[in-house]
């Protein structure tokens, strides 16, 4: 079986959860994703604004000072 | 378990202002007891007042909320009692270094078996912006309209000279070894103290001009540099995070179980 590229590793095999009530909009998550996939909505709270480039560093969910974000691996 | 399994949600959202960087700390305070595997209920919480002092309430482990600065104190009596069990105190800057000063100093030399994190931002934050101890030469707060002529501790260089046997510095924008220096120091036998920067976008960050929260934690990524790095030899005002002190000391409740012996057998 030809080995997934890395870029592709990522895809499809995690879950980013969100709790909008818990989330104070900080920005905090969205300034220092690598990848750039998150983005505050007109309410000022994180949204996943582009799943796919997401490779599951898991620094969004270790800096989010709300424990907002939570990612499972599929 | 999942993180989440160690909070008590019905307390959340927290009281956190948005961008605090206590949240930070907490969150990967449970990461790191998720890591070492700790049960819920072999590990006792204590913790005094102020913003800092707010972590015991959201999590669920034994827990004790008590009285400004005396957490330490309060802590003692726990380990002392009951040895077998993790105890974490979660301080302020100034719970921890003014209105806990003497307690501080006095734990570090016992060398008793207590985690103490010490959530530095620099400010009073729960009671409006006030200057604490750890509040930069020159930086404004609600007590320092024109500036604060105090010079600051340097709570590594206090903790290790107090006899603490584990000092580290990190910050809350270095998440992943902070959760290592978290796991080292529970692990520790003996006092270990963390001291992590946290920002106070509200008061400290504010009244400053430093930013947002973000902001404040691209000045933590940009002025620190892990111990013992080439870069401070050319920047010596860089801040060096890393593990400080880490050494094998008679820690308190191990001599006084000798003690008891020692008296028991003379009877």
């Not at chain 2, 404040?216 to 790095?229: D, R």
Request: net charge positive; glycine share 10%; hydrophobic share 40%.
């Amino acid at each position: 079986m030809k080995s997934k590229s890395k870029k592709d590793q990522g895809k499809d095999r995690s879950h980013i959860e969100i709790r909008r009530d818990w989330c104070k909009g900080c920005g905090i998550c969205v300034a220092f994703c690598p990848k750039k996939v998150l983005a505050l909505d007109e309410n000022e709270k994180a949204i996943i604004e582009r799943p796919d480039e997401c490779d599951q560093c898991g620094l969004c969910e270790l800096r989010c000072p709300d424990i907002a974000i939570e990612i499972t691996t599929l | 378990m999942a993180v989440r399994d160690y909070i008590r949600e019905r307390f959340m959202p927290h009281i956190w202002c948005a961008g605090c960087g206590h949240g930070i700390v907490m969150n990967n305070l449970i990461r790191a007891i998720e890591v070492l595997g700790l049960k819920k209920n072999d590990i006792v919480m204590v913790s005094g007042i102020g913003c800092s002092a707010r972590i015991s309430g959201y999590l669920d482990f034994h827990t004790l909320h008590t009285l400004h600065g005396r957490a330490l104190a309060f802590a003692t009596g726990v380990k002392l009692g009951r040895p077998d069990l993790h105890i974490i105190v979660p301080m302020g800057d100034g719970d921890a270094t003014a209105i806990g000063g003497n307690h501080f100093i006095h734990a570090a030399r016992r060398n008793i078996d207590i985690t103490a994190v010490i959530m530095n931002n620099h400010i009073y934050g729960m009671t409006g912006g006030q200057y604490s101890p750890l509040s930069v030469y020159g930086r404004m707060a609600t007590t320092a309209p024109f500036g604060n002529i105090d010079q600051a501790f340097d709570i590594v260089g206090l903790a290790q000279s107090a006899g603490a046997s584990f000092v580290a510095r990190t910050t809350s924008y270095h998440a992943t070894s902070m959760i290592k220096i978290f796991q080292k120091a529970i692990t520790h036998k003996g006092f270990s103290v963390v001291e992590v920067l946290s920002q106070c976008p509200t008061y400290y960050g504010r009244k400053n001009r430093l930013g947002d929260a973000v902001e404040m934690m691209e000045f933590f990524k940009k002025n620190t540099t892990p111990l013992g790095s080439a870069a401070k030899e050319k920047n010596p005002d860089l801040i060096e995070r890393g593990i400080f002190v880490q050494e094998d000391r008679p820690e308190y409740c191990a001599e006084y179980k000798k003690i008891i012996k020692k008296a028991m057998g003379e009877q």
